[in-house]
């Protein structure tokens, strides 16, 4: 019961996370023509590093292949500040050398 718990707060977490991100897009939309058009995405949040471990950790696990995957460290703490602060977004290496030797 307690894995169940700690698993869905941790949901409920990344949801409220991508919440964030995407109202951050929405506030700077020239962003998206650095993103691809369909990508999965991984928040690895600076103020809960038992999130972004687990968030990792199902990174290694794969998942869909077919779309590039996008890291995003977002700071998180009270009160919050994307203008100062803003997301950083990455790609996995493997993904920008592929992207380096096509283009």
Known sequence: MVRCRKTREMMERNLELQTIFMQYILDHPEALDHLPDDFRL??????DPELGQRNLELLGQGGNGDRPTLIVRLR????????????QV???????AASYVAG
Not at 42 to 47: A, E, G, K, S
């Open 42 to 47: 991984v928040i690895l949040p600076d103020d």
């Open 76 to 87: 998180t703490r009270q009160p919050l500040d994307l203008e100062t602060n803003p997301p």
């Open 90 to 96: 990455f790609a996995p290496v493997v993904m920008a």
